[in-house]
């Protein structure tokens, strides 16, 4: 069938939204489910395609491709390949998760286990506004990741960026107005950059298309038209090179981008939170593999060198620093930059123009298939993590520092056995799915970067050490008395993480599913890194 | 001195009068005197002028001077009227203490 | 194709299954997990027994045997992944050995924990524990070995922390898991590494195997920076994960440690199976240690970087754990340092012996071991959970099974001649050692090491079954029933007791082991040697007799009977009377019994250095993002907001005021004209009185001619 899937996939959640900011603040529970099924839909939708998606060509497939504004060379351009599928399927599962784990957000008693009142932290009590900017969050992300002209993919890149903005802002943690603010700024500089510099481009090149872009770049055009176009010709590449590095490096973070962070995530709402690390922090990455690797390849490898060493100092740096966080949240939070810094790592590497390494197309490849695998476990596991912490947080009445707990492996087994395993997915254990993405990235940038890759094992080393201090501080020793009556999971909150438990286990026995779907996109990439 | 200038003098006089008495009296009905006084010093004027002037055949200022006599005639009824008019509404005819028309 | 080779896979999952049921049924289903656990170890260990028939049945054909089999994990670049087992003498030995001791261990542990409220989840780890042990084993891809190998370092953490209730437990589990990390750091670094140099990460697989010729030439061949040949390199970071898991120096500091978790997880993951595993490592890399940028003879093959390395590191551990095991008063304790000095024998055995010296102490110590924690285990359950040597003794009439095998157990790890497997094991090693040409300190090291085992293991079997009981148990029991109370712990208290037949029978037949098992690594008849080599050997006595062999026998038997007597002599003739009386050597050398006791103070060493380095970077990384990265940001907030102040200051000050002041002026200049406007119609007619008057003169006198 020729019908327009990805435009149907993007308005889904977008009419979705209206019609559920369109109920009063009563209907708490239509809102939810209604906000629910429109996010099934959603992921009914992308497995749709992905059933669809022709996993042995690494072409772009289910293109719509339209003239939109002519004058301005803008066009309707949607379509996904592997990587833009992984995304789309990652924000798809994340989404519902995060809806589901709201429920305890609004008041009303219901699913409080415990009886400590959730208001006190909530302060606005509109669930159908809040469940509208979470489904304009899913459009914005479906939206960037399958938009390839940079005028509607802008558009989506901020349509992401305000709901969260309001989501963090309006139903965050006590210090959630800061926050959203150095959220919202740091976000938008970058955006502010990013837009220039596509100007600067637009303005040299008469195009928005990436993959017209990404062309062109391939054969050396974009830097010698934008020195025609405006002059200055040496530095200009670069300089345009920077402000869209700007705009990708503050979403992942790169330390030093990344003070934002920590902050927007601890106060941002549980659900918000895995939203916030689960899909937003993937797409920076996903900007540097489809717009800042394919378009700038000469200048990413002028300043290759010290990217390198920034990305490994990301690595480091914030695995230390989640070492002295003592508030679960920030450590996840430092955790999670440290993740994407693997990620960054193996971008960085794979752009080098390395010669005299053994099949550098075959390393290049394996890195790359561990970015995107990483991003996608990340994805499950950094969410299914800040959702047991929300958990914690709801039965501890908004406690949730290191120091708080104590022992309370002896009354919620099944709570902790479960979050047990996401720790240890997320410090990569085999078997579970963090591992195999960090061992095919490590497989790749070591014969490209050797020192970079030796250096970046203290960070596996850190994490290794602050994931099990959380196990020894909260979940081990004398039981704290104070927590006698913890409940353990209730069935449906099993019901809850079981997805993505599973998910775990079975993309890390089993990594061949999402493997399967990228390689071949990968392979392409590679070939087209390669000029 | 000419008759002309006589005329002039005692029409001036006449105005000056008027004046006088237009600006000073409290009351309205003597300020519309005054301003009577003044009328009439222009018309004397008009005769003046008329008499010595290059074509006395003419009737030209007499037929002024009427008009303006029965102009002021008008003029003296409405004025009347509305002096009527105010002392009903203010109970006097003062005019220091009529300033509505105080910026 | 063997049937065997191609269902391989079996043995390891058998026991991941079982523990997978168990982790999903219920806690109280105890029986189901026991016998799950206990069934699917029977099974694997037929299945090893049926791989080790087929191994022996194709012995001595051509070469060693070997099969591979495997399947295709995952796909990159438009490759495969293929993870492959293999089935050779060294897995198959291996296999045997760990489902055979595996299986006992569940055996006894069904007794040891029958009163723990976790038996269920304990048998789960247990039974995971041993499918990813058999997986270490069976692994052909150094990738499937590290999967297996971290699930069992996680194993290892989970039953370390079994108790998680005593922070004690917690700790050391943290600590295990951390200190084998760093191991495991410089493995997956090796590990990338030979998958670049290689492309393969297969061991064998028909020539293209990264450990078979073609690939180890070329890695002997290629020197990287430091003048090091690559294959050398990557050995000693695979090298280093060896040291992790196995306890030797510097990183040994988690072994002794572990003795926090139960006994039975003791005897078999931090004695008999999985601290082997690095030994393991080594001696399935092994081709990779030999190789040397020129190729040589064998002789010069054995001194390479590489494997003086191991050598060394092996010597010293040995000599240096068997020390502070002298001074050790915790049952387990002494016995971990004793695993950790073993485990240095077999580091030692690899370097300078080959695969065959070393994989054979791992064989022998692997039962002997396991059969001295079970024995410690049951003593201590008799003990009621009491673990200091100084407040037992005189158990040997109390548990009499228990002492027959400990003392069994005991006369093998001491290598008491002739009768026990530990004689022949560690006599092998030595022998190695004095022929090794590297140089001759490691065979001192190791005779050392030797007087100090058979020390030590005399000065505790002293304490534990000679002399009287000096237990409190009985005063504690006494003390209870007069209260009225219940007795404190579920088996009645009182007397030490012998434990059940499940616990006593594992101890009985692992001591039949503990003798036979030398038989078959005998200088006169060194089977082992030849069925890990693919070759057929014959029975010859006369190599007993061979002069260089006959005498190191002798030296080594004299070490053993002087380190014997000694302990006695100072221990067994004068047995200590009560738990708090200073022990002998430390009367006679305080300073150096404190220097032992306290572990030659390396935990301290490690919490002045590493850990507090640690801390610092933590803090100094807190105080870069807090206050530098974060700095910068304020620093950005401010001069925006100093700017938006200056904004706003000339907006305020400047350009409203001006207006403002322009408005005041004019409307009060206006308000003072509107005063004019009395209402007084006389006076508007005095001004236009005054005005008529002006400019009539005005234009009478004013206009210019």
């Avoid at chain 1, 500089?189 to 040299?204: E, H, M, N, P």
């Avoid at chain 2, 200038?5 to 009905?29: D, M, P, Y």
């Amino acid at each position: 069938m020729n019908l327009p899937w990805l435009t149907i996939l993007i308005l889904t959640p977008l009419l979705g939204g209206i019609v559920v900011a369109g109920l009063s603040a009563e209907q708490r529970r239509l809102a939810r489910s209604l906000a629910l099924a429109f996010s099934l839909v959603g992921l009914i939708g992308a497995l749709c395609l992905w059933r669809h998606f022709d996993a042995a060509s690494g072409d772009l497939q289910f293109v719509e491709k339209h003239d939109w504004v002519t004058s301005l060379g803008i066009q309707y351009f949607l379509a996904v390949d592997g990587l833009g599928l992984l995304m789309v399927l990652l924000t798809a599962v994340v989404t519902p998760l995060a809806i589901l784990a709201s429920g305890n957000l609004f008041g009303a008693g219901a699913d409080l286990p415990v009886g400590l009142d959730a208001r006190q932290r909530v302060p606005t009590d509109a669930p159908h506004i809040y469940h509208a900017l979470v489904l304009w969050l899913q459009a914005g992300l479906f939206g960037t990741f399958t938009a390839l002209n940079f005028f509607h993919w802008f558009l989506f890149w901020e349509l992401s960026l305000i709901p969260a903005f309001f989501l963090i802002k309006l139903w965050g943690g006590p210090k959630r107005g800061p926050a959203a603010t150095q959220f919202f700024i740091y976000t938008m500089v970058g955006s502010v950059t990013l837009l220039l510099s596509f100007l600067a481009i637009r303005l040299a090149t008469g195009s928005f298309d990436f993959i017209e872009l990404a062309n062109l770049a391939r054969h050396g055009e974009i830097t010698a038209r934008l020195g025609e176009a405006i002059g200055w010709k040496s530095q200009i590449g670069l300089l345009v090179f920077f402000g869209a590095f700007l705009g990708f490096a503050v979403k992942v973070p790169l330390v030093p981008f990344h003070t934002w962070l920590p902050s927007a995530y601890a106060e941002a709402p549980g659900p918000v939170t895995m939203l916030l690390t689960g899909v937003m922090s993937k797409m920076g990455v996903y900007g540097f593999l489809r717009i800042l690797l394919p378009i700038f390849p000469e200048q990413v490898r002028l300043v290759l060198t010290p990217l390198l060493w920034l990305a490994v100092l990301t690595i480091v740096l914030s695995a230390c620093a989640a070492f002295a966080q003592r508030d679960l949240k920030r450590m996840l939070a430092y955790s999670s930059i440290n993740h994407l810094g693997y990620c960054l790592l193996a971008l960085f590497a794979v752009s080098s123009a390395a010669t005299d390494v053994h099949q550098p197309d075959l390393q290049k490849a394996a890195a790359l298939n561990g970015v995107l695998l990483q991003m996608f476990n990340h994805g499950v596991t950094a969410s299914t993590l800040f959702l047991f912490v929300w958990l914690i947080e709801q039965r501890s009445g908004g406690l949730r520092g290191l120091d708080d707990f104590g022992g309370i492996r002896k009354i919620v087994p099944v709570f902790i056995g479960l979050m047990g395993i996401a720790l240890f997915s997320s410090l990569g254990l085999p078997g579970l799915n963090g591992f195999v993405g960090e061992f095919l990235i490590f497989k790749g940038v070591f014969p490209l970067a050797p020192w970079a890759a030796a250096l970046s094992t203290l960070g596996l080393l850190v994490t290794a050490i602050f994931l099990l201090t959380i196990i020894q501080r909260v979940f081990c020793g004398p039981l704290n008395a104070r927590w006698l009556k913890f409940p353990d999971l209730t069935l449906r909150e099993r019901l809850l993480v079981l997805p993505a438990i599973v998910l775990m286990f079975g993309l890390g026995l089993w990594p061949q599913v999402v493997l399967g779907m990228i390689d071949a996109t990968v392979v392409k990439m590679v070939q087209q890194l390669n000029f | 001195m000419t008759p002309l200038q006589g005329c002039l003098l005692v029409s001036a006089l006449l105005f000056a009068i008027g004046l006088a008495g237009a600006v000073t009296r409290r009351n309205a009905i003597l300020a519309l005197v005054g301003i009577e006084l003044m009328l009439n010093a222009a018309n004397l004027n008009f005769i003046a002028f008329w008499r010595f002037g290059p074509h006395p055949e003419a009737l030209s200022g007499l037929m002024v001077v009427i008009f303006s006599i029965a102009i002021a005639a008008a003029e003296a009824a409405v004025g009347l009227a509305l002096i009527i008019a105010i002392y009903r509404h203010y109970k006097t005819a003062n005019l220091d203490e009529i300033r509505n028309l105080k910026g | 194709m063997t049937w065997i080779a191609q269902n391989l896979w079996l043995i390891p999952v058998l026991p991941l299954m079982a523990a997978a049921i168990i982790a999903v049924n219920k806690q109280p289903q105890r029986q189901l997990a026991a016998t799950l656990a206990i069934a699917s170890m029977v099974f694997a260990f037929l299945l090893s027994l049926c791989a080790f028939g087929t191994v022996l049945g194709h012995h001595g054909e051509h070469g060693v045997f070997r099969e591979v089999a495997g399947f295709n994990w995952l796909q990159f670049g438009g490759q495969w992944l293929r993870l492959d087992w293999v089935l050779d003498p060294l897995t198959a030995i291996m296999l045997v050995m760990v489902s055979f001791v595996s299986l006992l261990i569940f055996i006894f542990s069904v007794g040891y924990m029958a009163h723990d409220e976790n038996f269920t989840r304990f048998f789960c780890f247990l039974s995971l524990f041993a499918g990813a042990m058999l997986g270490v084993v069976i692994a052909n891809n150094l990738l499937l070995f590290f999967v297996c190998w971290e699930i069992v370092g996680l194993t290892s953490y989970l039953l370390i922390g079994f108790w998680y209730h005593k922070p004690s437990a917690a700790a050391a589990a943290k600590k295990a898991f951390i200190t084998t990390r760093i191991g495991d750091l410089g493995l997956l670094l090796g590990m990338v590494w030979l998958y670049a140099e290689t492309g393969t990460l297969n061991f064998f697989a028909n020539g293209h195997g990264c450990l078979e010729h073609s690939a180890l030439t070329a890695m002997a061949t290629h020197v990287t920076a430091a003048g090091m040949a690559v294959s050398t390199a990557i050995g000693l970071l695979i090298f280093l994960g060896a040291v992790g898991k196995s306890g030797q120096l510097p990183l040994h500091v988690w072994l002794p440690d572990a003795m926090e978790g139960p006994t039975p997880v003791s005897a078999l993951i931090h004695a008999a199976t999985m601290v082997a595993a690095g030994v393991f490592l080594v001696a399935r890399v092994f081709p990779l240690m030999t190789q040397a940028p020129i190729a040589g003879t064998f002789m010069e093959l054995h001194t390479t970087t590489a494997l003086q390395v191991v050598t060394w590191v092996g010597a010293i551990t040995a000599i240096f754990a068997a020390s502070i095991a002298v001074a050790q008063n915790d049952i387990k304790r002494i016995l971990a340092y004793s695993t950790v000095s073993q485990l240095g024998y077999m580091m030692l055995g690899l370097g300078v012996g080959g695969v065959a010296v070393g994989m054979f102490h791992l064989i022998t110590h692997a039962f002997f071991k396991a059969l001295l924690f079970l024995g410690s285990g049951s003593v201590i359950h008799g003990c009621h959970e009491e673990q200091d040597v100084r407040k037992m003794g005189g158990l040997k009439n109390y548990l009499p099974v228990t002492f027959a095998t400990y003392a069994v157990g005991m006369l093998a790890l001491a290598g008491f001649p002739l009768f026990f497997s530990g004689f022949w094991s560690k006599d092998e090693i030595l022998h190695a050692a004095h022929r090794w040409p590297g140089s001759p300190i490691p065979f001192y090291l190791g005779c050392a090491g030797a007087l100090l085992t058979a020390f030590y293991m005399t000065r505790q079997v002293a304490l534990v079954f000679f002399g009287e009981y000096r237990g409190r148990a009985r005063e504690v029991a006494d003390q209870a029933k007069s209260r009225g109370a219940n007795p404190p712990s579920h088996d009645g208290g009182g007397e030490p007791h012998e434990s059940p037949g499940v616990m006593t029978i594992p101890l009985v037949i692992l001591a039949v082991c503990a003798i036979l098992l030398g038989f078959i690594g005998t200088p006169a008849w060194p089977w082992f040697d030849g069925f890990l080599n693919g070759e057929t050997v014959q029975f010859n006595r006369g190599k007993l007799a061979e002069s260089g062999t006959f005498w190191l026998m002798v030296a080594s038997a004299v070490i053993v009977f002087a380190g014997l007597g000694l302990g006695w002599w100072l221990y067994g003739n004068r047995p200590r009377k009560t738990p708090d009386e200073p022990d002998v050597l430390q009367v006679a050398q305080p300073f150096a019994f404190r220097l032992l006791a306290n572990k030659y103070f390396v935990d301290e060493i490690y919490e002045a250095t590493v850990i507090r380095l640690n801390t610092r970077a933590a803090r100094i990384c807190e105080f870069l993002d807090r206050w530098i990265w974060g700095g910068m940001v304020l620093l950005v907030t401010w001069v925006t907001l100093g700017l938006a102040r200056l904004y706003r200051f000339t907006d305020e000050f400047l350009v409203d005021a001006g207006f403002d002041t322009g408005c005041d002026t004019l409307r009060e200049g206006g308000g003072e004209i509107s005063e004019w406007h009395n209402g007084r119609v006389q006076s508007y007619l005095r001004v236009m009185g005054v005005a008529l008057v002006v400019l009539a003169l005005f234009l009478i006198w004013g206009r210019k001619p």
